[in-house]
């Protein structure tokens, strides 16, 4: 029963970082088209919408957390929803979504060194060599994708602050949730934290002067589409299935799974957009999936327990 529910966790890890592998390209779309903080304040009032809506139809009541969980959630919505949505969308306006991913791709790594440091985290050998060959594996898909993606224009070194901004974020967000995480459960913190997110950004784009009948009239059907697929998809579901990962997991474990994100990307585009699909891009997803299998391998013979 253990294996089965591991192997199931690993199979919702792998559908996330398959959602969470389009969303570089719709963030792209969105920066080109509309303002970067009015974009992340419809994305997650979208995320938010779906979450409560989702409660309701299931009758799950929204959790009262105490004095102390609810300064954790109000710091969780702070660095991964209000400030993470402010890196990416601002970010992407300088530079082109595979370079934006391949900084994102130091994620395993942050939230390795991460763990280690702050909570006494073992990092044996076998899981520091899978967590270099996810970075090794998601440099080589992407660069094989866009040989060209580091040339870029004069002030793309703010794109790219931006993004690693993007990855202690997220790091943040990752790391900081185990206590709540284990106390009010994946859906509840995640709700939460994405509400009082949504809060901030909401706040920022009205005093902003952004959130302005002009500026909605503006966002088309397709900018809608890839707000839909980032709010709903991307924010909503993937952050559950997430958390859920790093529940089970641990934070280390279930981050080496942003790995695939690029692999994702690139295999949807062959799928769906007939790009090519080369020798190098499939020996990085091989390389990939290699480092995931080395951080997860002590889990599943039991000889090192989650964080």
Same mark, same amino acid.
């Given at each position: ?17 398959? *959602? ?26 979208? =995320? ?36 993470? +949505? ?9 530079? +082109?979504?595979?370079? !934006?991913?391949?900084?994102?791709? #130091? ?6 060194? =991460? ?7 073992? @990092? ?5 060599? /899978? *967590? %270099?060959?996810?970075?090794?594996? %998601?440099?080589?898909? *992407? ?9 870029? !224009? ?14 202690? =974020?997220? /790091? ?8 709540? +995480?284990?106390? @009010? ?31 909605? %009239? %503006? ?10 697929? @980032? ?8 952050? $559950? /299935?997430?958390?859920?990962? $790093?529940?089970? $997991? ?31 891009? #499939? ?5 990939? @999936?290699?480092? *995931?299998?080395?951080? +997860? ?9 989650? $964080?």
């Amino acid at each position: 029963m253990r294996h089965a529910a591991e192997r199931l966790t690993y199979l919702k890890l792998a559908a996330v970082t398959m *959602i969470w592998g389009g969303t570089f390209v719709a963030g792209r779309h969105l920066a080109d088209q509309v303002d970067p903080l009015l974009a992340a304040c419809l994305r997650f009032i979208l =995320a938010s919408l779906a979450l409560l809506l989702f409660m309701v139809c299931t009758r799950t009541p929204l959790a009262r957390p105490s004095a102390r969980q609810m300064l954790q959630l109000i710091g969780l919505g702070l660095c991964g929803i209000f400030f993470y +949505n402010l890196c990416f969308f601002y970010g992407l306006h300088y530079i +082109n979504a595979s370079r !934006a991913s391949l900084i994102v791709a #130091l994620n395993p790594a942050v939230i390795g060194l =991460a763990s280690w440091w702050l909570f006494k985290e073992r @990092l044996g050998r076998a899981k520091l060599l /899978g *967590i %270099a060959l996810c970075l090794v594996g %998601a440099a080589t898909v *992407i660069v094989s994708r866009t040989p060209n993606l580091m040339q870029g !224009a004069s002030d793309a070194w703010i794109g790219d602050l931006l993004i690693l901004g993007c990855v202690m =974020a997220w /790091g943040a967000y990752s790391l900081f949730s185990r206590a709540l +995480n284990q106390a @009010l459960g994946p859906l509840q913190t995640v709700t939460w934290s994405v509400l009082w997110g949504t809060l901030m950004l909401a706040i920022s784009t009205v005093a902003s002067g952004r959130l302005t009948v002009q500026g909605l %009239a %503006a966002v088309h059907l397709p900018q809608w589409y890839s707000l839909f697929y @980032l709010g709903v998809l991307g924010s909503a579901l993937a952050y $559950i /299935g997430y958390y859920d990962g $790093i529940r089970r $997991i641990g934070a280390t474990r279930s981050g080496v799974f942003i790995a695939l994100n690029p692999l994702t990307a690139v295999i949807s585009g062959a799928l769906l957009l007939d790009e090519p699909l080369t020798a190098p891009m #499939l020996v990085g997803g091989v390389v990939i @999936l290699l480092g *995931i299998y080395l951080c +997860n391998k002590p889990l599943a013979r039991g000889r090192v327990m989650g $964080i």
